[in-house]
């Protein structure tokens, strides 16, 4: 028995000071990832090609919302565009198509763009399709979504026109689920 652990030691020492030196030797240096700290630090393809850099939105209140051409929430695009024609002096609200939602976002960015314009004069800035939800959700919604990294809340996006609120300081305020209009007092009072 004594012999069997002294050759159990000898082994585990050899087999630690192996793995120490392959790791030593092999293992690259990785540099710690650090995720946005505020909404500021993230920019996004935007649907007509170009960029939306959050950055740029310092000192007015930004609504998020995730959007879908097809649903039974769409023409929430009208009171989203009248919400910003409203207040866009001190809001600017971005949209986000997702298809994460019984398919109802098929279309390319281009289609989607024209959808928007042609049926509802979307001037607000509009990003690029994304992945609101599962195992490829863009970053900016993983952000908005988990208090680990946003620092308020976790937020479960359960359908299409989802609201996020952030105030002049790019601080998330609140989340509002689909049923909560563009323009209903929950939000039009915090603005």
């Not at 293992?27 to 007509?48: E, G, M, N, R």
């Not at 928007?116 to 900016?140: E, L, Q, R, W």
Request: aromatic content about 12%.
């Amino acid at each position: 028995m004594i012999k069997l652990l002294a050759i159990s030691t000898a082994f585990m020492s050899f087999a630690l000071q192996a793995n120490y030196s392959y790791n030593e030797i092999t293992s690259p240096i990785t540099v710690p990832h650090h995720p946005a700290k505020s909404i500021y630090d993230f920019k996004v393809d935007a649907l007509d090609g170009g960029t939306i850099d959050f950055s740029a939105f310092k000192g007015k209140k930004i609504l998020i919302v995730n959007t879908a051409s097809k649903c039974g929430y769409t023409p929430q695009y009208k009171e989203l565009e009248e919400l910003y024609e409203k207040y866009k002096d001190k809001l600017v609200i971005v949209g986000f198509p997702a298809n994460n939602f019984g398919g109802q976002e098929p279309g390319t960015n281009a289609e989607i763009k024209e959808f928007c314009k042609k049926n509802y004069g979307v001037s607000f800035p509009m990003a690029a399709k994304v992945s609101v939800k599962g195992d490829d959700t863009a970053p900016i919604y993983q952000w908005l979504c988990n208090k680990s990294q946003n620092g308020v809340l976790d937020a479960e996006i359960k359908w299409n026109f989802g609201k996020f609120l952030l105030d002049e300081h790019g601080r998330l305020l609140n989340y509002f689920p689909s049923k909560i209009t563009p323009l209903s007092e929950e939000i039009t009072s915090k603005l």
